[in-house]
Nanobody
Framework: QVQLVESGGGLVQAGGSLRLTCEPS????????VAWFRQGPGKEREFVAL????????FYGESVKGRFTISRDTAKNKVYLQMNSLKPEDTAVYYC?????????????????WGQGTQVTVAS
């Protein structure tokens, strides 16, 4: 079982950058696909990015392609989400999720383990 902790959220001006970090408070990410989702006010949870456990090509949601980058540091047992060119519509609670299934997915239901989330607010 993996317990996840996100950090790095905060308030930033439009056009700015933030880096989110996800790490397990217990266990390891080894063998797990790790993804980021977000949920804005009054919106459904939205897929943001996926880093597959075997190091394959990352996947991104359409709304963040070209602006966000997901990466994993195996040695430090962390997964990062670098967010650049932030927009007010990126404002949301960002969640880290992990799953040990065969294929990483883009649906929230594909993931068994979730963090508590970190708030990102982008001011216009």
């Amino acid at each position: 079982q993996v317990q996840l902790v996100e950090s790095g959220g905060g308030l930033v001006q439009a056009g700015g950058s933030l880096r989110l970090t996800c790490e397990p408070s217990s266990g390891t990410f080894s063998g797990y696909h790790v993804a980021w989702f977000r949920q804005g006010p009054g919106k459904e949870r939205e897929f943001v990015a996926l880093a597959q456990w075997h190091g394959g090509k990352p996947f991104y949601g359409e709304s963040v392609k070209g602006r966000f980058t997901i990466s994993r540091d195996t040695a430090k047992n962390k997964v990062y989400l670098q967010m650049n060119s932030l927009k007010p519509e990126d404002t949301a609670v960002y969640y880290c999720a992990a799953d040990g299934g065969l294929l990483g997915g883009t649906r929230a239901s594909d993931y068994e383990y979730w963090g508590q989330g970190t708030q990102v607010t982008v001011a216009s």
